[in-house]
Each structure stands twice: as structure tokens, then as C-alpha cells.
């Protein structure tokens, strides 16, 4: 049964901090997908990282992969409030298709 | 602008009742795929269709059924709710191979 396991699930950081989110999973996949959900809304598709070594950022977010570690990292630098929201991340397995399997997701707040 | 459209945002039901979530997509997408929500739980594929007519199970199929009878509209349908069906429930819609996804809004549903 592929695993995809999300840490922390709950982080609470002040302003002007950076820490990273990590997004490990069970499978051979070379295909990882971030979200945003702010509350009460949907989700907002952040990045897609399509192999190994793949590393996108935008603004204060910056994503990667190493599908050898079966990892992903979702850095955030100095952050700021209007990054509160809940983070999920999402792998799409080698065999399965067009099914992506979703992290329990990390609800992040920023205090000013 | 792309748009993944959800019938109702919130909806209360009782046990027993027929239940249908509709879902439209103007992005002319194969794929459509329906989640449900919980908290601690992440999202949950329930169905997916990747054509007209066509569906596969996901991981929680389990009293539920769906229809995809056009391309652009996917419909979810509690057979019979109970109350742990009680959930938002998320629609979904992507090209092949997953690229980008585009959620819905979300439905809540409340089975009383």
C-alpha cells in the first residue's frame, strides 16, 4: 500500500522564519505534486516536479524532489502571514496512472 | 479563466436519501476525479474517469456509484447516505498522465 507521509502536520512559525515541510512516500515515482488549501477553499496547485532533482520556486516557496530518497522538501523563506494555510502533497506512482495519492497535509500558521 | 464548477457548497441529507454531487469542467480534461476530505485523513480518491462512460474504483469506493455520461460533467451518487459519509467532498479534473490538477470548490455534505 503506497504511504505518503507528511511532517509536521501542524507548524506554527513567526514571521521573517524559514523552515521546510517534508513529504516522504512508500513508492517508485518520479512524479510529485504541492497544493494549497486555505480554509474553507480548495486546492490550489502550487508545483509539479516531473523527475529527479527538479526544483521550483516561486516568491517565498521553494520546492524539490529526489526521488532516489523517495522525498520532497517545500522550503519556506521568511515567511510571511498570508502563507497560512494547509499544505498537501501529492505522488503520482509509476503504475497507476493518472491517481495521484495525497499526504494528510501540513496546516501551517504564520504569527506576525 | 479554467473552472471546476461543484452543484452545492453545502448540503445537509438523512440517512437513506439518494445523494448526487454534480461536477462540471470546462477545460474539455479526460480525466475527472472525485475526493472525499476528512480531517487527519488527507483526501481519499473515491472514483476516477478517464473518458466518457469509463470509471475505475479508487481507494473508498465503497457506497458510492458515478456517471460520467459527457465529457465535461462527472457525478458522484450516494446510493443510500449513512452518516459516515458525512465529509467535504472534493472534485477534480486533470489532461492525462496528471499533469496540473484543478479542484472544484468543495461540497460539504452533512448526513443526519
Known amino acids: 500500500e503506497l504511504k505518503v507521509e507528511q511532517n509536521p502536520l501542524f507548524l506554527s512559525m513567526q514571521e521573517g522564519k524559514n523552515y521546510t515541510i517534508y513529504c516522504n512516500y512508500s513508492?517508485?515515482?518520479?512524479?510529485l505534486y504541492w497544493y494549497r488549501q486555505d480554509p474553507g477553499k480548495s486546492l490550489e496547485s502550487l508545483f509539479v516536479?516531473?523527475?529527479?532533482?527538479a526544483v521550483k520556486q516561486e516568491g517565498r516557496l521553494m520546492a524539490s524532489l529526489d526521488t532516489k530518497a523517495r522525498l520532497s522538501t517545500l522550503h519556506i523563506t521568511a515567511a510571511v502571514h498570508d502563507l497560512s494555510a494547509t499544505y498537501f502533497c501529492?505522488?503520482?506512482?509509476?503504475?497507476?496512472?493518472?491517481?495521484?495519492?495525497f499526504g494528510e497535509g501540513t496546516q501551517l500558521t504564520v504569527n506576525p | 479563466d479554467v473552472k471546476v464548477t461543484q452543484s452545492s457548497r453545502y448540503l445537509v441529507k438523512r440517512t437513506g436519501e439518494k445523494v448526487f454531487l454534480e461536477c462540471v469542467q470546462d477545460?474539455?480534461?479526460?480525466?475527472m476525479f472525485w475526493y472525499r476530505q476528512d480531517p487527519g485523513l488527507g483526501l481519499r480518491l473515491i472514483y476516477f474517469?478517464?473518458?466518457?462512460?469509463?470509471?475505475e474504483k479508487g481507494d473508498i469506493p465503497e457506497g458510492y456509484s458515478v456517471s460520467r455520461e459527457k465529457k465535461e460533467r462527472f457525478s458522484l451518487i450516494l446510493e443510500s447516505a449513512s452518516t459516515n459519509q458525512t465529509s467535504m467532498y472534493l472534485c477534480?479534473?486533470?489532461?492525462?498522465?496528471?499533469?496540473?490538477?484543478?479542484f472544484g470548490p468543495g461540497t460539504r455534505l452533512t448526513v443526519l
Open positions: 477534480a479534473s486533470s489532461l492525462p498522465l496528471a499533469q496540473r490538477g484543478f
Open positions: 513508492t517508485t515515482s518520479d512524479r
Open positions: 516536479l516531473l523527475s529527479n532533482g
Open positions: 501529492a505522488v503520482l506512482p509509476e503504475t497507476s496512472g493518472s491517481r495521484l495519492t
Open positions: 477545460m474539455d480534461h479526460e480525466n
Open positions: 474517469s478517464y473518458d466518457v462512460k469509463m470509471k
